[in-house]
């Protein structure tokens, strides 16, 4: 059985004052969405600060790549003891 890829949604954004599109995976798109809300900041603005500091010029390898780099960091993070009863 061939395991199909999964497919690529396009989103417009507004990026630096210019319509463009993007193509990523919905995962990616949840991701960025989860991401932009931690920050305070729409799925936009992330985009736009993420491709900043991208030498590449791939902006949707760039995306990917900070999407990964983000959650391993939040995961290496210290877990806080809950208190209370267990």
Do not use: C, H
Request: hydrophobic share 35%.
């Amino acid at each position: 059985m061939a395991v199909r890829p999964p497919s690529e949604t396009p989103r417009n954004l507004r990026i630096d004052g210019r319509r463009t599109s993007m193509r990523l995976e919905d995962a990616y798109w949840a991701a960025l969405e989860e991401i932009a809300a931690t920050k305070g900041i729409d799925v936009a603005r992330l985009v736009e600060r993420v491709a900043a500091g991208d030498t590449r010029g791939n902006r949707s390898s760039a995306i990917r790549v900070y999407v990964i780099s983000w959650f391993r960091r939040v995961r290496r993070r210290p877990r806080r003891r809950q208190r209370g009863p267990v």
